[in-house]
């Protein structure tokens, strides 16, 4: 699957759409007019930028997921091991962790995650 680039507004914006489907267009105006002081065209404008991009899809004016937010964040995390770390997941734990403690039950959630992938 191809990568999808998001700028930090677009970030925010397919934010409140996730946060919020199905939502008529209408009502993501009224959103993005008191969240970002946005007029129509722009919430529009920048809509039509998500839905070219694969996320989301307009059908009659309901607003709807492509692909789920944990699903984008779950690839754009495997895009930066790969591209930072060589797709090396220890690297990037190790780098995560340096210098800093992870409690026990953060450590035990991990270890469950690690067992899950195993049996997979």
Known sequence: MTEIRLGVIESRYADMIWAHEPVTSSELVKMTAAEFNWKRTTAHNVLRRLIDKGLFQNQNGVVTAMISRDEFYARQSRKYV???FDGSLPAFIAAFIQGSAISSDEAAAIRRMIDQA???
């Open 82 to 84: 790969e591209d930072t």
């Open 118 to 120: 195993e049996e997979r």
